[in-house]
């Protein structure tokens, strides 16, 4: 069973930086690409951040230069490095997989940015 936790969201000045962790179990994680989603209240959730199984990485320009994603296929688990947030990156991220054809959610960690 696809199981995702994130951890380390919290409240964080402007220009301050956080590193969100995603933990996943119940697939071969190494063969899978890892995404990061951000919603906000109410706005649609966004895509910030994506690591394919293949080493290459994709962040839309909004978090561009400000986010870097990295993985540990050891420990099963994805990590999403942000530095100079801005209260605008307010939102819930969430760690997303798809296996199999079905998309899987963690249960998602709020990130409160006060400028």
Known sequence: ?????????GLVQS??????????????FSGYAMSWYRQAPGKERELVAVFFSGG???????VKDRFT???????????????SLKPEDTAVYYCT??????????????????S
């Open 56 to 62: 290459n990485t994709y962040y839309p320009d909004s």
């Open 1 to 9: 069973q696809v199981h995702l936790v994130e951890s380390g969201g």
């Open 15 to 28: 220009g301050g930086s956080l590193r969100l962790s995603c933990a996943a179990s119940g697939f071969t």
């Open 97 to 114: 997989v798809n296996v199999m054809r079905s998309t899987y959610w963690g249960q998602g960690t709020q990130v409160t940015v006060s």
């Open 69 to 83: 994603l990295s993985r540990d296929n050891a420990k099963n688990t994805v990590y999403l490095q942000m530095n």
